[in-house]
């Protein structure tokens, strides 16, 4: 048995497609009734992480263990556990909404009667009741993608994978997913999502493991992983070019940004209560007037450009 505060456990997971290793040596551990998010560009190695965690594909090395169970040694057991959606889900584009989680209930050994309650309770968590009667084949790309994700939760798993959830979903919709994976959260459900989206992992997340090229390159709390990338900035707004200017020349040491067609100056400030006093003393012994003034705390965004050296892309929905 592995270490059984951590549901999900992988050690140096190496996966490789002839002669490309898209896995090398991939560590992650994910707690009970926690989430972790694995955050990465395109090609990163998300996606065949997650499909080998849950015994779809093979891997080179490594151990994982899922609920204590060894992965290749008890992989029944591991399926028996768990629950994953992105990808491909059973869906039957000719069955209605309702039948499709009726039927896979019953796939799951569920009486016909719990099948039915569990449906119906189904359909009003993710707001399909009005579309329940009507084949799935007429639901739009939103909708889709929550019957995916009712369908595969229909066994309530305790431990789930989800492969970027939202990717492609409009605002509303990926509002409405987020709240069903706060209430599986609040069930005491663990789950790994994967996603390129920085705000989802920072809302959603208790930690984030950052991987990148097969490789992990940074994990820790959305708190964490912006206090790496340091420190807070403060933009001042001036009114006109000679504010602008004698300010710059002024603060040089700290100016990191500016912009003279709007007349904006960014400083980078280290203790936020002493250096934006400092700063704005500063400018007041030299009769400079602050028109505006802001501070900027690092984003997920700037986490991810510093680590990887890239912007992160964006990418539209993928074709399946
Ligand atoms: N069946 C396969 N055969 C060969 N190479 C593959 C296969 N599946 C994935 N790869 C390669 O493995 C690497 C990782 O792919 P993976 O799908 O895990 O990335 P991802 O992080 O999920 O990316 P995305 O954000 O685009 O979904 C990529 O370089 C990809 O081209
Ligand atoms: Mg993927």
Request: charged residues 25%; aromatic residues 4%.
């Amino acid at each position: 048995m592995a270490d059984t505060d951590y549901v999900i456990e992988a050690k140096n997971l190496v996966k490789s497609y002839g002669q490309n290793k898209v896995l090398k040596g991939i560590n992650l551990k994910v707690k009970r009734g926690t989430m972790v998010a694995l955050l990465g560009p395109n090609g990163a190695g998300k996606t065949t992480t997650v499909r080998i965690l849950s015994t779809l594909l093979g891997f080179d090395s490594g151990t994982v263990h899922v609920e204590g169970f060894d992965l290749i040694k008890e992989a029944d057991k591991v399926r028996g556990v768990i629950g994953l959606t992105g990808q491909s889900a059973a869906v039957d584009e000719l069955l209605t909404g309702r039948e499709n989680l009726v039927m896979m209930g019953r796939l799951y050994r569920l009486t016909p009667a719990s099948a039915k309650a569990r449906a119906q309770e189904l359909l009003e968590d993710f707001d399909l009741l009005k579309a329940a009667e009507r084949p799935a084949k007429t639901y739009s790309g939103g909708m889709r993608r929550r019957l995916d994700l009712a369908v595969s939760l229909i066994a309530v798993p305790p431990v789930i994978f989800l492969d970027e959830p939202t990717t492609g979903l409009d605002p509303r919709s990926r509002l409405s997913m987020w709240n069903i994976i706060k209430k599986l959260l609040a069930d005491g459900t663990t789950i790994l999502l994967t996603t390129q989206y920085l705000d989802e992992a920072d809302q959603l997340a208790d930690s984030i493991v950052v991987i990148d090229g097969g490789k992990v390159i940074a994990e820790g709390t959305a708190a964490e992983l912006k206090s790496k990338v340091g420190n807070d900035r403060l933009e001042l707004s001036f009114k006109n070019e000679p504010a602008f200017k004698q300010a710059t020349t002024l603060l040089a040491k700290s100016v990191v940004e500016t912009n003279d067609k709007e007349y904006t100056a960014t400083v980078v400030i280290k203790d936020t209560d002493t250096d934006i006093r400092q700063t704005l003393n500063a400018l007041a012994e030299a009769k400079v007037h602050v028109q505006s003034m802001e501070i900027h705390k690092p984003t997920l965004d700037d986490v991810f450009l510093s680590l990887t050296g890239k912007q992160k892309t964006t990418k539209k929905e993928e074709t399946k």
